[in-house]
């Protein structure tokens, strides 16, 4: 991933959806963004309004292609649908809440959100170490695409898979949790990467403050 120019990706996290709300395992499930979640999606658009964006990746999850396009709205940036950019798969887990989860499989919501080790992975799930395999392997391909002229992207996606993503590119030991629309910022030159904000709800209030001015 060498490249001559910067390369500033911004990682936003999806609206709020019904199974936020609801307190339910959302992985690979998907269920629709609140109208809350639609005010976030749009306020960080307008938060992020007055940097130019080269294109904007998504997962193919509908959540985050909406949050996409409501945060897009009317300016002219290419949106690429990427599936491996979509959220940790859950297996068994998914749709449920936590207490059909622990009568049914006990603290395992314990030992897979302590982030203490890497390959545990939900009955029929997927481990953060697999799911950082396909991030950083589609966040590569981003790159090598823009690599040349440079710039900012922007890239809709998921709570644990933006967090997983940065926990292990810094090798932190503490995992940050990513409210809805905040955002990541990795920038990357001649393959080194700089973190530059973690989860910041920062863009997303700035816009919520004008939307609700108007």
């Not at 749009?42 to 309004?49: I, R």
Request: proline residues 2%.
């Amino acid at each position: 991933m060498t490249s001559d120019k910067k390369v500033t990706l911004y990682f936003v996290r999806h609206g709020e959806t019904q199974y936020n709300v609801e307190k339910r395992i959302q992985g690979f499930c998907d269920s629709p963004l609140t109208e809350r979640g639609i005010f976030q999606a749009k306020s960080v658009g307008k938060g992020l309004s007055d940097i130019n964006f080269q294109a904007a990746y998504s997962s193919d999850s509908q959540r985050v292609l909406d949050t996409a396009k409501y945060a897009i709205g009317n300016r002219d940036i290419p949106l690429i649908v990427d599936p491996r950019l979509k959220e940790m798969n859950f297996g068994v887990l998914e749709s449920l809440i936590e207490e059909e989860i622990f009568n049914q499989h006990g603290n395992i919501l314990e030992r897979l959100f302590s982030f203490k080790d890497l390959n545990v992975s939900a009955p029929e799930g997927e481990s953060y170490i697999q799911l950082f395999t396909r991030t950083s392997n589609a966040v590569a391909d981003i790159i090598k695409k823009h690599a040349l002229e440079g710039g900012n992207i922007l890239i809709f996606s998921h709570g644990i898979t933006i967090g997983n993503y940065i926990l292990q590119v810094t090798q932190s030991q503490e995992y940050s949790v990513h409210e809805n629309c905040s955002v990541s910022v990795v920038s990357y030159i001649n393959g080194q990467s700089k973190v530059e904000k973690i989860a910041d709800p920062y863009y997303r209030e700035k816009g919520s403050e004008y939307l609700n001015r108007q």
